[in-house]
């Protein structure tokens, strides 16, 4: 995907949007911005923004490693916190892939564990 990624000129394709769905566009950019206000907000704008870091980094998301990186280091947050966050990813991620082997034993009916004690 990072071959696709274009910093500069992707965000030209939002003109198809603009043309196509004009309203819908509206409320997403509305909601985002009610999302990542710096202001206003129980979680501090630095918080959320790792948040969405995180999120971009589990869902392999350039666009939102692009942007919410930057945005946290502007809301404040260290290369510390940047890395302590790639970590929680990276290991919700991996935990991930361990709850659904367990998943994969339950379904598969290899072993049944239902009869045991």
Not at 3 to 32: C, M, S, V
Not at 89 to 116: D, M, P, Q, V
Request: with cysteine; hydrophobic share 35%.
């Amino acid at each position: 995907m990072t071959g696709f990624f274009d910093r500069e000129n992707d965000k030209n394709y939002t003109k198809d949007y603009k043309e196509t769905t004009p309203d819908i566009l509206k409320a997403f950019g509305e909601f985002d911005a009610a999302v990542f206000a710096k202001e206003g907000r129980e979680i501090p704008l630095k918080y959320r923004e790792l948040i969405a870091y995180a999120v971009g980094l589990t869902t392999q998301c350039t666009y939102c490693i692009d942007a919410h990186s930057q945005a946290a280091v502007r809301a404040g947050a260290t290369k510390t916190e940047l890395s302590e966050t790639a970590w929680v990813a990276t290991a919700i991620r991996a935990g991930g892939g361990y709850a659904h082997g367990r998943l994969g034993f339950k379904l598969s009916g290899i072993h049944n564990h239902e009869n045991e004690a």
